[in-house]
């Protein structure tokens, strides 16, 4: 856990899962506080990509100023790391001209990066991790969970068997260091927070947000994501950039390559957007310094939760 103090600049953050209407209630809020919003999302940071993420339109702009909405192309390199550092210039930037930085958005790495740090393990090892990538394919992924409980039981502990991404992970870290990944995060929690943070999570009844996930899909087909996709591709992009294998721009591509018809597509989309919250939602959910409100019917709680945050 992080520790801050009164002295530290106030950071308002407004997350939670995607289409439960981070934009519309930020946006407000900041009209009402005077202040400017710091987007949180790994993909609206892209230059031509605008439908397929649902990045706020010039309309909502104009009301209030977005900050890390395109900053690079679609192919070049934008990361954790990235982020905190042009998220602290813009933070510093706002407050210069006496506006009031809110953080929003939907990205959780993106966000405790910022308010935590970065935690301090080594970086990828490609060789290290075919290993382990092979070793699944044979053994299972349970295999290479029973080895990371042996080597490290309380990361072990807190992950699935099946969770193979995050296992390897801890596994890759073991083999490059020695050292368990948990006795990194131990190290990391003792750093103290750059910025007093307010946390306050945006939630919805399962059905009324898959609601909304099913006509944003649609709505994006309808407002011109295939048309954008092909620019993309008119622009020189190719589909396989990481930036374009993304939800949206996924099933686009595979519509244009008439591998999906319109309703596949669609559905797919659907589908792959649900997902997409849940993995959200269960990152936030790890947070329990977030306080969770209603997006539909707690404007005025969210406020007061702000107001007082200011007055400490």
């Not at 490059?176 to 103290?192: I, R, V």
């Not at 709680?301 to 200011?310: C, G």
């Amino acid at each position: 856990m992080t520790t801050t103090t009164d002295t530290q600049p106030s950071l308002p953050i407004i997350c939670g899962p995607t289409a439960v209407g981070k934009t519309s209630v930020a946006i407000e809020l900041a009209e009402y506080f005077g202040a400017e919003i710091i987007s949180a999302d790994s993909r609206q940071v892209y230059r031509l990509m605008d439908v397929g993420t649902a990045k706020a339109t010039a309309q909502e702009q104009g009301r209030v100023k977005h900050h890390l909405l395109d900053v690079v192309w679609p192919d070049q390199e934008f990361n954790a790391s990235t982020f905190t550092q042009q998220a602290k210039a813009a933070f510093e930037q706002i407050q210069s001209q006496g506006k009031r930085p809110f953080l929003v958005g939907g990205t959780g790495l993106y966000i405790k990066a910022l308010t935590e740090g970065l935690l301090q393990a080594p970086g990828a090892d490609p060789k290290v991790r075919q290993q382990l990538k092979d070793r699944a394919a044979i053994e299972g992924s349970a295999a290479l969970h029973q080895e990371l409980q042996g080597v490290d039981p309380e990361c072990a502990a807190k992950l699935h068997p099946n969770d193979l991404i995050r296992v390897s992970r801890a596994l890759e870290v073991f083999h490059q260091t020695g050292k368990p990944l948990s006795l990194f995060q131990k190290e990391h929690a003792f750093g103290d927070s750059p910025y007093r943070t307010l946390k306050i999570g945006l939630t919805l009844e399962r059905e009324t947000l898959y609601t909304r996930i099913d006509r944003r899909a649609e709505m994006m087909f309808d407002s011109g994501l295939l048309d954008e996709a092909q620019g993309l591709l008119d622009a020189g992009y190719s589909p396989e950039l990481k930036a374009l294998k993304t939800i949206g721009y996924r099933q686009a591509f595979a519509l244009l390559r008439d591998e999906m018809t319109h309703q596949e597509a669609v559905e797919d989309l659907k589908r792959a957007t649900r997902r997409y919250a849940k993995q959200q939602l269960t990152w936030f959910r790890g947070d329990k310094s977030i306080i969770w409100v209603d997006s539909s019917a707690d404007f005025v709680t969210i406020r007061t939760l702000i107001e007082q945050f200011y007055d400490v």
